[in-house]
């Protein structure tokens, strides 16, 4: 398979998708994420958590994995066919019942488009930096 380099029309509906999805997680809406991610998807997560499709929307559902904010920055796009890695950078503020913890990561993403619409494959996050955790006051 050849590796393509995005042209700006595939990089512009590229970055679109990786806001649609990381607003989607902003915002804990599930029903976006149903769609988003795929049946089989797998994340490698910075908490050592390997998980699947339904793991992660029930964490999102229950309150379990909720963000103050989310921020990605896409660095580099590969389309492989209907296949595109994305990686870049993000940075979040993960809330939890006792504290909250900003997050500085890098990030690869694996997007397959299966009849006609991209869905999120696989996603590898790697842990740079974590700032001190702060009570929630």
């Known amino acids: 398979m050849n590796t393509e380099e ?11 998708l990786e806001q649609r999805e990381a607003n989607a997680m902003l915002a804990a809406d599930a029903s976006s994420l149903q769609t988003l991610w795929a049946d089989d998807m797998v994340v490698n997560s910075t908490a050592n958590l390997i998980a699947g499709k339904q793991i992660l929307l029930e964490m999102v559902k229950n309150g379990r994995l909720k963000l103050r904010i989310y921020e990605r920055k896409p660095v580099r796009i590969t389309v492989l066919g209907d296949v595109v890695v994305t990686t870049g950078n993000e940075v979040s503020q993960l809330i939890t019942d ?8 890098s990030y690869m993403n694996v997007w397959t488009k299966r009849e006609g619409n991209w869905q999120l494959l696989a996603r590898h996050v790697g842990l740079i930096h974590r700032e001190k955790p702060e009570s929630v006051q």
């Open 6 to 16: 995005p042209t700006t029309a595939n990089r512009s509906e590229i970055e679109a």
């Open 98 to 105: 006792t504290a909250e913890f900003k997050l500085f990561v």
